[in-house]
């Protein structure tokens, strides 16, 4: 199982410090990550790889047009099952009325333990009920 | 506990069969029903009356311009943990991408238990961790 | 399936009213009702009997000295898996921290569907994990 | 909602008092029961009608050579994500290595509502993840 | 994310060897730990800082007055939601009468990647629902 | 908390990468792995050790007359809430008909932390509800 035959989970964020802490939370947990640094370039990604990304981890936050609770409505139309992981600044109030169905919402600052629990639990699932 | 006193229930539905099923299984089983014809009178009544409503029944399609989604969409905002059950006629393919967290979607034709287990499973989780 | 082959669920309430709705709801149901008018009643039953009894719901309020919370964990001592549904007047507030674990909290009003759907799941958890 | 419009059941069943009980339970619950006196004519049933059965509540001792165990995983082979509840006369000891996953079992004496609450569920969450 | 950014957890526990592996594990994870060697000093640390610490590890046998049961209780009067794991030399006999509903409960001896996915996972539900 | 006091996994896997990569991840988890290369072994070491066995990690394929269900079975008779992780090149799609309760199925490629995650939670499971 050499890293390019792991899971590769999309990282989505435009901040260079948290992109450096998730994509090497990702990596030490085995999987292989791949990172958009915006809303746009993410959902060209996931439509012109639909079965490369096992998984999503979004900021909520993006500097583009698109954040990260409409990045992962567009992941979800491709594969209804994709594992979402939400972070936030701020307290997650809006994840109950925003989020999709069956996804988890980290706010910072959180532990990388926190994140690979977070993707693994909801890829785990995945597994099992497809 | 006279039928004021039991937990009203906002059902959204313009489909008069429908409207009565639901009306009828949620009176039999105790919950005080309450009807909405329209997305649009859905929204007036969650937010004029913030602590009256404990739960939404609705319909995905209706004949305005604010649909099922966007009705629980707005529920969620005023009360974060307000059980959400939404009635489908197609597959409930779009429920992955655009239900909120922790909702239930019903496919017709579905039994009047359904509707009443969804809407009761959905209130006791809710006393239970607020 | 006679009255007396179902399930007995112990009730325990002091108020008439909560413990005559309480009582039919579960009837209903098909299950057997027995009723302890107070905690130091229930906690007596409960070991006089310790295979009688499938499940609990008890008022957290009583007029004796064992309240709701007492009742409960004397019932898990005898039965680590024992079904446990709170009836409570107030907010729910203590459950966090007085309740026992897989536990369910109904707030007054409550729909006698909720009560049903409630001691039913817990039932249901219970065999299917024992 | 005609009856023939509520979701089929499939009960499989050779103790004529069991199966009336649960017959009447469903049907009074809103579904519509449809039943098999032994595993080798519900295996017939659920392979000649695919899509006509949306859930199963099977015995587990059958009177045949197929006992429910058995009829439980040809019915999840058909559609992976069947609803599967188990009666038991017995004490459920078999369940953890017999059962399919995300089934429910329910020991006789069991109150009609458990058995309601159980179907439901189960088709309640497989109508959301699909 | 440096160290004093890191969501910080409270450990109770009076066993030093038991204290370094579970503090060992949680740095490792990204957490910042905190140690409290008796229940009487967790209680004054969680009332007097109770925005600081964001979850809780005890051991259930501490050398005080007060045992980690009941510490816990503590911490859930102060945040209703607050992430708890019991740790247990015993088999876990008493953890379904004297526990908080949603709590986790370790056997000795555990891996510290049960501690870790523990917690996590308790995290991940409290910022989920908040 | 020495290596030979950490919790016993055991691996049933005759493909030698996979064993290395599964091992690995569970002994940098804090676990101790003990590996079956074959169905026939496993269960002979099941059934020689009723206590030492904490958890259960198996390929599906195996060589011998065994698979990896059939050793999930007996692993299940022997104590019933059995920590039981599946390991599977396909797409698990015999998952639900052939899959005991309570198991987690991992395609390859896996991420060694989807391991990790999978078999902690199910262990902390099991803990907390015996």
Redesign the interface.
């Known amino acids: 199982?050499n890293q390019h035959?792991?899971?590769t989970i999309l990282i989505v964020e435009d901040d260079d410090?948290?992109q450096a802490?998730v994509d090497e939370?990702l990596t030490e947990?085995?999987?292989h990550a791949a990172i958009a640094p915006s809303g746009e370039e993410a959902v060209t990604l996931l439509q012109g790889n639909k079965d490369k990304y096992k998984g999503l981890v979004t900021d909520i936050s993006l500097r583009g047009r698109i954040d990260g609770w409409e990045v992962?409505?567009?992941a979800?139309?491709i594969h209804?099952?994709?594992p979402v992981v939400y972070i936030s600044a701020a307290?997650?109030?809006d994840?109950?009325?925003?989020?999709?169905?069956?996804?988890?919402?980290?706010?910072?600052?959180?532990?990388?333990?926190?994140l690979?629990?977070?993707i693994?639990?909801l890829?785990?699932t995945g597994?099992?009920?497809?």
Chains 1, 2, 3, 4, 5, 6 share one sequence.
Do not use: C, D
Not at 95 to 114: D, R, Y
Not at 127 to 130: M, P, S
């Open positions: 199982m035959e792991s899971p410090g948290i802490i939370a947990a085995g999987y992962a409505r567009h979800r139309e209804p099952e994709f307290s997650g109030a994840w109950p009325s925003k989020g999709v169905p069956n996804s988890i919402l980290l706010q910072k600052p959180f532990a990388p333990a926190q690979v629990t977070a693994s639990q890829l785990n597994t099992a009920t497809t």
